[in-house]
């Protein structure tokens, strides 16, 4: 990793009412911090993808994290940060992880919970510590001096470690050995009190500053205080009292005492930093207990507050107070946004505080005041024996509110709406702000906001701030416990089918000009699609994850029911695309680009606090790219010679990709264009996918190598030669084909590509059983075999579809040294762990007595990118191993004598030579699918890749030809 550049200059001017920003390349490119810039803007002046062309994004790449257990509702709430094309993110069990961000590819993973398998595997081991809200994580922090660089990471155990950004090592100067136990030095025993960093730290200069999750019930807790500790050495440099101590400012807003054992009043969901004026703010969220106060009356500062604090120091410069004596969970569930807008004709530089209770406050940055002024409410007092509610509350007089502020009961049907009005009978309910009560009270907004952690994004360049919300209400009651009251539990107000008790829309998206204070657009935000079939509009679904916005018009949001990732038009809020995501994205995306492709990603972990099904992947976005049009120009009359559908082309050196491109179509006599991010089958598709499966399976304890087939897939025995179904699963990974050795099947003459529920169909209604018996040679290969059991593997063992588990494995293969078969190769030896050894020794015991030759690609990839497979021949040339990783052309001889046969070479390395001072590495799929090139030249630091998706003699002259074109292209511009 290079040093990294400064952050970003900046200036501004003003078009109108538009602030505009000025942003140096670095900013403008990567994604630093989880806001983006340190004041959380989420934005992004990148303008490849915009309103004209996102309809045509796509896929670039999927990272999963391997954490998914279906069992469990986990979830990912993590923005990444990218910085110079690395990409740093946490996982369900916060894992931090370093990726190329431009094709996915792991560099190196960080496990605080190693050796033990999950966080409360270790929380037990270390005597039952508490983990705070469930252990999720919200992303890391960057910090980087031009020489050293370090990515933070808190975890919600009570822990802050720095790793080395290169490596992912701990930082041993960093605390001790490289992580700081921050439950040291408090005030009292939180030892058995749930406290840590959920959200990702900020940084200032040389300081790291945190927020903390800490207990919301009644006293004790762990207390919120914001803390901040050298980023070189981890000692504490300064702490600021979110709850004031006799003599300090604040401590007449609560009874004498009150701040003993205090819990809650914490800034849990981030910090932002003016850097060039040094003040960090946060937004502090409800005293604890959050339900009741009767032993914190008052208006319990710094409680519900905008804080704006010295950086360096922690000496408070202001604060102001957007909830008294909250008694509805109403925290500030995320830190202000740092905006500069046109107020009243002139440039003020500001912050904005969204809430839950769906408000905007806009204030001052230096003063704290509002822009455009604050009334006190009045607020209905409180029936429960000890309890003040505080007389009236804070309401910015502009903008107005975002989301619902009364109670109206729902009308997707009549019997939805009778039934809710009978429930309100039983329930109190005066408006906004109606205290907790003994027979219960409606919340609305309710304990999610409003706005939620996911916060809000700005555009500099207009001024307008966009903001995701929940209208979905909520039950309050309280229960008498000894001589005070508790909370009886959360319960959502719903209908009788479960939906939300109010009007519809329930989740929104709003767009607020700071400059003016008012609404600019609002719309429905997700469906419920078994409403809409019903003829309900669409009602819009609570939902976390927030928004980012670009410089090309766009508002980019996952975090709905629906599981979808949207883009809408940044000025009119129209819906331009979206995408089914595997699970729901309940996490903020971020934008970015490498080598002049910008990327939009995603972390699509489900499950939280919507319940619905988890995931474990982060997924990226680009557009459609032809590559390089020096490549293009040379490789189209390639293509047109030899008249092939496509021809691809890459030239690589060991520092990476230097350029690639791709011509032609995807299939013969179709019109759509063959990109440079397509999945190229290159290699033998069905023995690396079912192995990898199988091996998936097997470790997750769904099957056992001793099974055999006829145990796995009991409806396909019929169809099947005894001598298959009693093999076992160790032995049809052996063979890697489903078939025995001397079985006399050919492999390519079936049409690959019919549906895997049809080929399934088929293969019972013909009888194969009898087929096979009765026509020793007949052509129904062993590769469309392989996809049938793959597909029965698919459908009744992983509980997806074929297509879902294809991804998997192309974009997150099984590492297949952890299935215990022995033998660790080098990158790209599929069966590796079955065939031999990195130094070229056979593997025994796990396969037939042959060599068995390397898959020539990126680890475990059978179908893959041009970019996946220049960074796996980048490493190649960086080990200078090219040839040496690959076998003598005498083991291919053994693979064309019996009991193998001819065609069971198709689909490996089949020539090996030299040529032009370099060695060419041919490998065909079959005579039907593809045929590549790669030549290869350690020596000379620099190698080319050449793919057809056509076999035989006229594709291997063509990528011959087109190989010799991008050496010469290569030399000549050296």
């Known amino acids: 990793m290079t040093p990294f550049r400064d952050l970003f200059h900046r200036a501004t001017t003003f078009t109108g009412c538009a602030v505009l920003l000025m942003v140096g390349a670095a900013w403008g490119e990567d994604w630093r911090s989880v806001g983006n810039d340190a004041g959380g803007m989420r934005y992004s002046p990148l303008t490849q993808i915009n309103r004209e062309n996102v309809k045509n994004l796509q896929v670039a790449w999927v990272y999963r994290t391997g954490e998914l257990d279906p069992a469990k509702k986990t979830t990912i709430e993590c923005t990444p940060i990218v910085v110079d094309g690395v990409m740093f993110v946490t996982t369900i069990y916060a894992k931090a992880v370093a990726l190329d961000a431009a094709t996915g590819r792991e560099l190196w993973k960080f496990d605080p919970y190693a050796p033990y398998a999950s966080p409360s595997e270790w929380a037990r081991a270390h005597g039952?510590?508490?983990?705070?809200?469930?252990?999720?994580?919200?992303?890391?922090?960057?910090?980087?001096?031009?020489?050293?660089?370090?990515?933070?990471?808190?975890?919600?155990?009570?822990?802050?470690?720095?790793?080395?950004?290169?490596?992912?090592?701990?930082?041993?100067?960093?605390?001790?050995?490289?992580?700081?136990?921050?439950?040291?030095?408090?005030?009292?025993?939180?030892?058995?009190?749930?406290?840590?960093?959920?959200?990702?730290?900020?940084?200032?200069?040389?300081?790291?500053?945190?927020?903390?999750?800490?207990?919301?019930?009644?006293?004790?807790?762990?207390?919120?205080?914001?803390?901040?500790?050298?980023?070189?050495?981890?000692?504490?440099?300064?702490?600021?009292?979110?709850?004031?101590?006799?003599?300090?400012?604040?401590?007449?807003?609560?009874?004498?005492?009150?701040?003993?054992?205090?819990?809650?009043?914490?800034?849990?969901?981030?910090?932002?930093?003016?850097?060039?004026?040094?003040?960090?703010?946060?937004?502090?969220?409800?005293?604890a207990a959050d339900f009741y106060g009767g032993d914190r009356k008052g208006a319990n500062l710094f409680a519900n507050c905008v804080l704006a604090l010295d950086a360096r120091t922690g000496k408070r410069r202001w604060h102001f107070q957007t909830t008294h004596h909250d008694l509805w969970d109403h925290d500030n569930p995320c830190p202000p946004v740092l905006v500069t807008v046109k107020h009243q004709g002139k440039v003020r530089e500001a912050v904005a505080q969204v809430t839950k209770t769906g408000f905007c406050y806009v204030l001052d940055r230096l003063t704290g005041k509002p822009l455009f002024g604050v009334k006190e409410v009045p607020a209905p007092p409180s029936d429960v024996p000890g309890e003040q509610a505080y007389p009236t509350q804070p309401q910015p007089l502009k903008p107005p509110p975002f989301a619902r502020q009364i109670f109206e009961p729902t009308d997707i049907s009549p019997q939805a709406q009778e039934f809710v009005r009978e429930q309100l009978r039983a329930l109190r309910y005066d408006g906004p702000y109606t205290p907790p009560s003994l027979k219960g009270t409606v919340v609305l907004p309710g304990f999610h906001g409003g706005a939620t952690w996911s916060g809000a994004s700005f555009d500099p360049t207009t001024g307008i701030l966009y903001v995701n919300a929940n209208n979905v209400p909520w039950l309050a009651r309280l229960v008498k416990k000894g001589d005070t009251y508790d909370f009886a539990g959360y319960y959502r107000f719903t209908d009788s089918e479960g939906y939300p008790a109010v009007k519809p829309p329930w989740g929104s998206l709003t767009?607020?000009?700071?400059?003016?204070?008012?609404?600019?657009?609002?719309?429905?935000?997700?469906?419920?699609?078994?409403?809409?079939?019903?003829?309900?509009?669409?009602?819009?679904?609570?939902?976390?994850?927030?928004?980012?916005?670009?410089?090309?018009?766009?508002?980019?949001?996952?975090?709905?029911?629906?599981?979808?990732?949207?883009?809408?038009?940044?000025?009119?809020?129209?819906?331009?695309?979206?995408?089914?995501?595997?699970?729901?994205?309940?996490?903020?995306?971020?934008?970015y680009a490498v080598n002049g492709r910008q990327f939009v990603v995603i972390a699509a972990g489900g499950g939280g606090k919507l319940q619905t099904k988890p995931g474990d992947s982060f997924i990226a976005f680009a557009l459609p790219s032809a590559g390089d049009r020096r490549i293009r120009d040379l490789l189209e009359p390639i293509r047109q010679k030899y008249k092939l559908p496509a021809l691809a082309g890459a030239i690589v050196t060991s520092k990476g990709l230097a350029a690639l491109g791709a011509v032609g179509v995807r299939k013969a006599g179709t019109d759509v264009a063959v990109t440079v991010d397509d999945q190229w089958h290159i290699g033998s598709d069905t023995k690396a996918m079912t192995a990898t499966l199988i091996a998936a399976l097997v470790e997750q304890g769904k099957l056992r190598w001793?099974?055999?087939?006829?145990?796995?897939?009991?409806?396909?025995?019929?169809?099947?030669?005894?001598?298959?179904?009693?093999?076992?699963?160790?032995?049809?990974?052996?063979?890697?084909?489903?078939?025995?050795?001397?079985?006399?099947?050919?492999?390519?003459?079936?049409?690959?590509?019919?549906?895997?529920?049809?080929?399934?169909?088929?293969?019972?209604?013909?009888?194969?059983?009898?087929?096979?018996?009765?026509?020793?040679?007949?052509?129904?290969?062993?590769?469309?075999?392989?996809?049938?059991?793959?597909?029965?593997?698919?459908?009744?063992?992983?509980?997806?579809?074929w297509e879902d588990l294809m991804n998997r494995m192309i974009f997150q293969p099984l590492d297949m040294k952890s299935t215990g078969f022995g033998g660790v190769g080098t990158p790209g030896e599929i069966d590796q762990p079955w065939g031999h050894t990195a130094d070229g020794q056979p593997v025994s015991g796990n396969g037939p007595d042959v060599d068995n030759p390397p898959v020539l690609g990126p680890a475990g990839r059978v179908h893959c990118t041009l970019s996946d497979w220049a960074k796996f021949i980048a490493d190649q040339l960086r080990g200078a191993r090219g040839a040496k990783a690959l076998l003598k052309p005498e083991s291919y001889r053994k693979l064309h004598t019996p009991p193998f046969g001819g065609d069971y070479a198709l689909g490996w390395l089949v020539t090996e030579r030299d040529w032009g001072g370099g060695k060419v590495l041919t490998h065909a799929g079959s005579n039907t699918m593809n045929f590549a090139v790669v030549w290869m030249a350690p020596q000379r630091d620099f190698a080319v890749l050449v793919v057809t998706n056509q076999g035989g003699d006229a594709a291997a002259r063509a990528c011959d030809e087109a190989a010799a074109a991008l050496i010469g292209l290569h030399l000549r511009e050296r």
């Open 706 to 801: 001793d099974t055999t087939i006829e145990e796995a897939f009991p409806d396909l025995a019929p169809a099947l030669p005894s001598s298959l179904t009693k093999m076992t699963l160790l032995h049809l990974l052996a063979h890697r084909t489903g078939l025995p050795a001397n079985l006399p099947l050919g492999w390519h003459s079936v049409p690959r590509l019919i549906p895997i529920r049809e080929q399934r169909q088929a293969v019972v209604k013909r009888g194969l059983k009898a087929k096979l018996e009765s026509e020793p040679g007949a052509q129904f290969g062993y590769s469309n075999l392989g996809y049938v059991i793959a597909g029965a593997m698919a459908e009744k063992y992983a509980d997806a579809s």
């Open 128 to 287: 039952d510590v508490p983990i705070a809200s469930g252990g999720v994580n919200r992303g890391v922090a960057y910090w980087s001096d031009g020489k050293s660089a370090r990515v933070l990471l808190g975890t919600a155990d009570g822990r802050l470690f720095s790793l080395d950004a290169r490596t992912g090592k701990p930082d041993p100067h960093f605390g001790k050995n490289g992580v700081v136990d921050l439950r040291a030095g408090l005030e009292w025993d939180c030892s058995k009190f749930p406290y840590g960093p959920t959200s990702a730290p900020a940084i200032y200069e040389n300081l790291v500053i945190l927020g903390f999750s800490c207990s919301e019930g009644p006293p004790p807790g762990a207390p919120g205080d914001v803390r901040a500790f050298d980023v070189r050495s981890g000692k504490e440099v300064w702490r600021f009292r979110t709850v004031p101590r006799p003599g300090e400012f604040g401590y007449d807003t609560w009874p004498p005492g009150a701040w003993k054992g205090r819990s809650g009043v914490n800034a849990w969901g981030g910090l932002t930093v003016d850097t060039q004026r040094g003040i960090v703010f946060c937004g502090t969220g409800s005293a």
């Open 511 to 591: 767009a607020i000009n700071l400059n003016t204070g008012e609404i600019e657009w609002q719309v429905v935000l997700g469906e419920y699609p078994e409403l809409t079939a019903r003829g309900v509009p669409p009602t819009g679904t609570e939902n976390f994850g927030g928004t980012i916005v670009t410089a090309g018009g766009l508002v980019f949001i996952g975090g709905t029911m629906d599981e979808k990732f949207r883009a809408f038009d940044k000025a009119t809020g129209t819906l331009l695309w979206e995408y089914q995501l595997p699970a729901g994205g309940y996490a903020t995306p971020c934008t």
